[in-house]
């Protein structure tokens, strides 16, 4: 099975659950990712105090659904989990239409697809359905509406995958995992993140590498008020999220806007002159909105393909498992690849031989007559390495400044450093 | 009446009276002014030493004419101001038009116009024409020529008002008072310059503002020769002229470039995507040559709406009270008090709950389900807020970084601060 | 005979000659260059140790071609002097086509021309030829080849001309002298650099101007260093080299971007908005690369029309006198004169009456009524000099922001230190 494939069949098996904030949605999730990779759950109990906020109660769904004068379910979550409102509090009652259309929630613009709506923090129930079903209802007729939740104290469940490095500064890649049925919302960045850890953990790793798979905003908010130690080592940070759409990548920058991972991802994007968006910070989007709030302030930026709310299927039933794309996916998780390596093998070298060129020649580092194209990069690789490794000026920067991809701007500096031309600054 | 009509309503009392850089012009425009807004008028003895230069005699005109053989006037200083060059000195004298012609101004290109020519500082005595009429003079005709003026040792007026604020810090308004009969260049900045002072007369203030009508480059001089400590208080300021024309406004920056008021007028004018120019400082100009002279170097910038020397009517006749627009002028008046409530509410605050965003939807602060785009918008600046508020953006700087309107960052600060989210610095 | 005309005099007087790295071909080269302006010629020993390098066997010419069996020559070094494989070690032997080929370098993409390669650094023997010319060769028949050079001990030559100035800062003019008959890469930047000392002999000098033609890299690398006591005074500098065809100048910039050459020679190309191209450093060309290499990091650019390797004649036979262009030699001496202009009268003023403008019309520095277009450019700088010459900005800056000519802000300065209105700083 390809990369792409099996990224893609995470998904898959992850579609079907039904999660919110809390709850074993959740669970079932963190467990069946648990099995990919070595994965530590954390239960943090409802009203713990954390930064400005509490803890919720833990929701869970039994049943819910709305059904007509002859028992038929007329709207049924075990035929889509997003037809309940997410954290709807519990009510079972009898009512007409009239009564019940203001808990109905429908996209008038997109009348086949089930909108996506939760009311934490308040309460309410409601459904969302198709606007066409709507239309199906009768005023007329009186309806059994069953919303059979719970909602109580219990806990917030979030996971954790640390891949210990050489050094104790720390990558930070976090994705939600609060969404139902929305696969590229949530189950693409669960994927794609999954599928770094396991590559990662056969690595030789100079960073320590931070997996965090927590619901949104309270998920990392939680993390953060547990975890103070741990983001100051922070070096660098990924959210990912929307990961799995056709569409182009699109970085969008930490809020330090010039971190080594925007430069990183903004150098890994625009390789081979592939098309990509880059996007600056705002206070909207993601978990990158906690972790970049000005008390943390953390190097994290945000990868996507197509930014949320720009795709009609957004937060609706037509995120699913085919507006995924097994491809898209792989290319994602390549491009976090290529952009870890950039943050793995970042050095600044000293040019041991300052003092005009080195005779690479005479050190077999330069072809004498002809030579080939990729020989001719290489050996301009070498000459920007030596020309800029002045302290100053680490592989990235070279990279960038001489528009080499920094993979052979790497290995020019490695072919170099063992000719004892370079050293490695501390 | 509307503003624009009260605006209009002062040039065209202010049209006929022959204004120059000294003189009884002068004073009679600063007690039409001084009828409006609280005006302490300054006299300043002929011979002062003013930074590099002197006050000038006093220079006033009681009649001036060029009349046939006949008796006819054939160039009237009562029909029009601009007739007479500027500084004239006197002359009594019957010359044929050969001797007369050096001393008649005209412009072939406009040839209906009456050009504006002055000669301070040199002896000199002119008539300024319509190259049309110059045609109809004949060469053999012997003219008399009555230049009626006097240049004898009195003063060089200006008027202030100042009106005080809560902080020493003031706001520099100026504007030049020494064209004759010229709307446009002259007339519009001083009636913005006091329609300015009436809006803000009503007004809790928090800078002190200070007005300042005098007349162009020594009026300025002088005033800042009588003036070097309230000159170190200058925080922020503006020329006003040329702002009645119906082209788009014109900002031109201070020296500094990128003083409070630049990004100020900038930001004001850039609201809701309307035409505007920014331009960068140069040393020609009005007196923001002076203001920003390197000694003194004040964040001063300009406003006008079609820079001097862009239209064909700029010092002529044709600038006339028709050539200026009431509803420019009130749109100047409106841009520059946007701009003012920038500097006036600008602050830097600091975020009190700086980890992770603050939970706004238990203040009440946050849509719970739904919400119209403006208060989407609403939110947004109050996440905006939160975010920058680190102690190193001020809202303005807000204001540009997230591309909203200044008013609904400083609404959106004021809201948070209300609810203990955030506190002023210093 | 015109400045461009006497330039490609030299050029041509030189295009026979056979240079290499060393050899009598650079002496003679040399002593042409001597008989025109003073110059001092310096021959270091094979083996010397000049920086990471070690100076070469001397590689002399005496004959070298290739015979048919009846004896006539088909490739003669003295038809072209580009037959021969620069630094071809000896070689006497008779051998088929087969045998041969290895050793023939041809460009089949230009048939009719005879490719420029070198073999420094390694024991190599070639022949360059017409790739038309190699079809014709039979493959039957067997060659008499004969390379009659000698590669033994001697000197690396190069030479220098310096023309002492006022002050001890210097400023370098590098030509390479390496090349065999190629006009444009090399015999051009020769001639350029010699007429520009020609021209400077003559001058009152602020700097000292310092000329070196040396072969490339390892000439550049031997006077490095052999000068490390001079490197430390260069305050300017540039590499002439394809400044004679008839493209637009291009600009390369120095490493550090934003030295004065740089900001100098972007100004001077611009004037007049004349075509011209402007590049960032990069560790590829000519000896720019040793002067910015890491250790030394000088202040020197690169001058060149179109960039080598960019036009099809680059190292070919093509590159010959009818390629380069007398107007084109006379166009870049003029701008480099232009650009030495600046770099020779660069000063920092300070304005002795910085508190408002100074009353320039006492002074007679400001026209009364109207004035010529060229005496309201001379006004306007005067106003820019007087406004920016607060200690921070040169005269260089003062060109830059106003738009205005160096020349004519320079010469605005002059007439108001003249007044005492400016004094330049230490």
């Known amino acids: 099975m390809s990369t792409g494939a099996e990224l893609h069949a995470l998904a898959a098996a992850l579609y079907p659950i039904c999660r919110s904030i809390t709850g074993d949605g959740v669970r079932a999730t963190l467990g069946a990712i648990g099995e990919r990779i070595p994965l530590e759950v954390r239960e943090v109990p409802t009203g713990t105090a954390v930064l400005d906020w509490t ?6 769904v039994r049943d819910d659904y709305v059904a007509d004068a002859a028992g038929r379910r007329v709207i049924d979550f075990r035929s889509h989990n997003l037809h309940l409102l997410g954290y709807s509090v519990p009510v079972r009652a009898r009512m007409t239409l009239e009564a019940l259309r203001p808990h109905l ?18 309460e309410q129930w409601g459904f969302c359905l198709e606007h066409a079903r709507l239309a199906e209802l009768r005023e007329e007729e009186e309806y059994e509406v069953v919303v059979d939740t719970t909602l109580e104290d219990g806990h917030l469940t979030y996971g954790e995958c640390v891949l210990p490095g050489r050094e104790p500064a720390e990558v930070l890649i976090s994705a939600h995992v609060c969404h139902p049925s929305l696969a590229n919302d949530n189950l693409s960045g669960i994927a794609v993140a999954t599928g770094l850890a396991r590559a990662l953990g056969d690595l030789e790793r100079r960073h320590t590498f931070r997996f965090v798979f927590a619901p949104g905003t309270i998920g990392a908010i939680t993390w953060l008020a547990r975890n103070r130690e741990v983001a100051e080592r922070v070096a660098h940070g990924l959210v990912l999220t929307g990961v799995g759409d056709r569409g182009a990548p699109t970085y969008k920058r930490s809020r330090r806007g010039d971190a080594t991972i925007d430069r990183a991802m903004a150098h890994v994007l625009a390789e081979g002159g592939r098309e990509h968006a880059l996007e600056d910070f705002s206070p909207w989007g993601y978990d990158e909105r906690q972790y970049c709030s000005p008390g943390f302030d953390l190097p994290v930026g945000c990868l996507m393909r ?11 039933s037509g995120d699913d498992l085919g507006f995924v794309d ?9 491009r976090c690849l290529a952009a870890i390596d950039v943050l793995e093998r970042e050095t600044v070298y000293r040019n041991l031989s300052p003092h005009g060129e080195p005779q690479l020649g005479r050190r077999g580092l330069y072809g004498a007559l002809g030579g080939s194209a990729d020989k001719r990069t290489e050996e301009m690789a070498m000459l920007w390495v030596l020309n800029l490794s002045d302290g100053e000026h680490g592989l990235l920067a070279i990279a960038e400044r001489s528009g080499l991809p920094f993979a052979t701007v790497a290995r020019a500096a490695g072919r170099l450093a063992e000719h004892g031309l370079l050293e490695p600054l501390g």
């Open 55 to 60: 803890v919720p109660r833990e929701w869970n």
């Open 105 to 122: 929630h429908t996209l008038p613009e997109q009348p086949e697809r089930i909108p996506y709506r939760t009311a934490y923090y308040s």
């Open 306 to 316: 197509t930014p949320h709310g720009r795709y009609p299927e957004y937060h609706t």
């Open 326 to 334: 097994p491809a898209a996916l792989e290319d994602s998780l390549g």
